[in-house]
């Protein structure tokens, strides 16, 4: 049973290019979160998505980030025009029901670097 | 609103020694606390969870933590530290109907040999 899986691992981008960071949730898995964790830092709630529903966007920067979770296919969370700012570990956890944030299922992130 | 805070952000002990993790939450709610490991490149692993049953809660690799409502804290302890343990570690808060976790900045746990 695969776990949650993310990908890229890793990728780097120029300022003002644009980042896809692709997650599938583990089978059976209908709710994803996506975290980002700046260096040396805990990791700060983006956004929660069930499929086809954005649930919470709290956490999502107001410009530029986008969040989406399909009916088929990976949950994508786009960065158009990155800066260095951008550069961070981005990690996507699921759970099978949402409600209470109990224990999430947590991917091994992807590291964006912005050049 | 919630919070939790690290009161260390890095740890030091000797391999066969007792760890401690300190760990202060703030709630407005009966709050779930969590802890979280991270090893370097990885993804977060569960070490344990409180959701408002016992207040010791035993968690994988010989951990285990105290929830003290009095003293709004969450400590995260291990009788003796193995190498293998030498991670970061995050204490977690989940309010009562929130979804999104509130994460502490974490404590980098360096075990000597």
């Known amino acids: 049973n695969a776990g949650v899986m993310q990908n890229p691992r890793h990728l780097v981008r120029r300022r003002g290019q644009e980042a896809r960071l692709r997650c599938s949730p583990m089978k059976g898995h209908s709710h994803v979160y996506w975290y980002r964790q700046l260096p040396e830092e805990g990791l700060k709630f983006m956004v929660y998505?069930?499929?086809?529903?954005?649930?919470?966007e709290s956490g999502m920067p107001k410009e530029r980030f986008s969040a989406e979770f399909p009916k088929e296919g990976p949950s994508i969370l786009r960065i158009q025009q990155v800066v260095r700012g951008d550069s961070a570990a981005y990690f996507c956890a699921s759970s099978p029901r949402g409600g209470e944030a109990g224990e999430l299922f947590f991917g091994e992130g992807s590291r964006l670097t912005v050049l | 609103a919630q919070s939790v805070t690290q009161l260390d952000s890095h740890v030091s002990v000797s391999e066969g020694t007792p760890v401690l993790l300190r760990c202060n939450y703030s709630s407005s709610y009966s709050p779930s606390l969590f802890w979280y490991v991270q090893h370097p490149n990885k993804g977060l692993q569960l070490l344990l969870k409180?959701?408002?049953?016992?207040?010791l809660v035993k968690g994988i690799n010989g951990f285990e933590a105290e929830f003290k409502k009095s003293e709004t804290s969450f400590h995260l302890t291990k009788p003796s530290a193995h190498m293998s343990d030498a991670a970061e570690y995050f204490c977690v808060v989940s309010a009562a109907g929130r979804r999104a976790l509130t994460f502490g900045s974490g404590t980098r746990l360096q075990v000597q040999p």
């Open positions: 998505l069930q499929k086809e529903n954005i649930i919470d």
């Open positions: 409180y959701t408002s049953a016992a207040t």
